[in-house]
């Protein structure tokens, strides 16, 4: 029964992934924020927004998820995050200006 520890032992302190290893995405950034923006402004489902982009709607799902943050940050209100304006703008992106975003 030794044998199995020892496999699941770590392989070295702080391994690490390669530059630019691991999985390519299915949609580039410019396609992810169209996605986003698209699901923000029309309220599509990400089932068809899937059928548009001819991806998967996990990957949509994804995308959304990444870029939602992003937008928020750099001062647009996005639907349905605390602390943004968005129930000011009636559920549309805008950018936020002063201190009550």
């Known amino acids: 029964m030794g044998g199995r520890a020892a496999v699941r032992a770590p392989r070295g302190p702080g391994r690490r992934r390669a530059e630019g290893g691991g999985r390519k995405p299915k949609l580039v950034f410019l396609d992810r924020l169209l996605v986003t923006l698209v699901h923000l402004r029309h309220q599509l489902p990400h089932m068809v927004l899937a059928e548009l982009f001819e991806v998967d709607r ?5 995308a959304i998820r990444q870029v939602r943050p992003l ?13 943004t304006a968005a129930e000011n703008a009636g559920g549309r992106l ?8």
């Open 71 to 83: 937008l928020a940050a750099r001062g647009f209100a996005v639907p349905d995050r605390p602390g």
């Open 94 to 101: 805008r950018p936020c200006r002063g201190g009550g975003c």
């Open 58 to 62: 996990s990957t949509v799902s994804a």
